[in-house]
């Protein structure tokens, strides 16, 4: 089963404008990461974001995580077309390496 | 180097029929994950390898399933008498420590 939710399911931006997809989970977690996945296949690692962390940055990428409502968020700012994508959350628990992730949210960025 | 490989890329088989997937992990990496992806399931976790052995194989859905690692490098999922609900992307993945895990392209596998 998944471990949470991922809102919204869906967005659709111009290029050019920023992308906000937020991520909840239900158990503790080691860490928390987002992937990128493009046209149903392998899965791209963005960045992780350690338990003890609360923000994190990687080029476009902006990631918060609150661990006392159990949500993570992802920003991508200055959106282009190439980020057109599923992105999903992903945790690793405290019980394990295994990854459980969320259900993704699709991107699509307009040009 | 080289990424995560998997092979076939796709796989058409008919009910019943035994099938073999195959995953190339990073050199070095001593961990390895199968995960599969279906529409109605979204993204799940099937077993884990340390090395050879399998601490955790809680994801795998019946005893259908089956995965072995050998020489902590290539690993294969075996799924026997397969049914259309087997359908789906499987995905492997692999990594160092724990933390950031590489994926392979997946294998897309329909069941007729």
């Known amino acids: 089963s998944q471990q949470g939710e991922e809102d919204p399911q869906a967005l659709s931006i111009q290029e050019g404008e920023n992308a906000t997809m937020n991520c909840s989970y239900k158990t503790s977690i080691n860490n928390l990461q987002w992937y990128r996945q493009n046209s149903g296949r392998g899965l791209v690692h963005l960045i992780l974001i350690r338990s003890n962390e609360r923000e994190k940055h990687s080029g476009r990428l902006r990631v918060t995580l609150d661990t006392s409502k159990k949500s993570s968020s992802l920003l991508i700012t200055a959106s282009r077309a190439a980020d057109t994508a599923s992105y999903f959350c992903a945790t690793d628990g405290a019980a394990g390496n295994k990854l459980t992730f969320g259900g993704g949210t699709r991107v699509l960025v307009k040009p | ?112």
């Open chain 2, 1 to 112: 180097g080289a990424g995560v490989s998997q092979s076939p890329s796709n796989k058409v088989t008919e009910k019943g029929k035994d099938v073999e997937l195959r995953c190339d992990p990073i050199s070095g990496h001593t961990a390895l994950y199968w995960y599969r992806q279906s529409l109605g399931q979204g993204l799940e976790f099937l077993i884990y390898f340390q090395g050879n052995s399998a601490p955790d194989k809680s994801g795998l859905p019946s005893d259908r399933f089956s995965a072995e690692r050998t020489g902590g490098s290539v690993s294969t999922l075996t799924i026997q008498r397969t049914q259309q609900e087997d359908s789906a992307v499987y995905l492997c993945a692999s990594s160092l420590t724990r933390g950031e895990q590489f994926f392979g392209p997946g294998t897309r596998l329909t069941v007729l």
